[in-house]
């Protein structure tokens, strides 16, 4: 159930509440009630769900980008042991292996500032979401208290 249907709920059950004789109140089933405010709040989560899963996705690009640079300097490594028998071929393997180990450090770092670029863009919007869902909640809720109020004092 969402929280539109549950919001419906709600005002199906202020609707049928009966009235408090000689007052503009009415009765309502509170624990009916705080079900449905309980079933909001676990409604909620989806936006969370939402950015765990991109927090996710970020570690798992910063993993695969230091296997990335793990794997460039093992074979960077690799290529420099193979050419140690000559001092001109160890002096070029040198050469080498720091071009490829700065160009993976090179690429590690710029993924890595993506993945954290994204992470802030990934918070942002899940605060951004999450304030948004939470002031559209307080607001029905409001809304519904306001009228469960009203309802009450024109009786």
Known sequence: MNVDEILELMDELLDKSSSVPFSTKKM????????????IRL?????IKR????????????????KE???IIKKAKEEAKKLVAQEEILRQATEYAKQVVEEGNK???????QAQAKDLAIRQALSDNLNK?????ADILSKSLKDVLCCFFFF
């Open 133 to 137: 869902s939470l002031s559209e909640a």
């Open 43 to 47: 409604n909620l989560p989806g936006e």
């Open 51 to 66: 950015a765990k899963d991109m927090t996710r996705d970020k570690k798992n690009i910063l993993t695969e980008a230091n």
């Open 107 to 113: 690429q590690a770092a710029d993924i890595v500032a």
């Open 69 to 71: 640079a793990d794997e």
């Open 28 to 39: 309502i089933d509170v624990e009916q009630m705080r079900e449905y405010i309980d079933s």
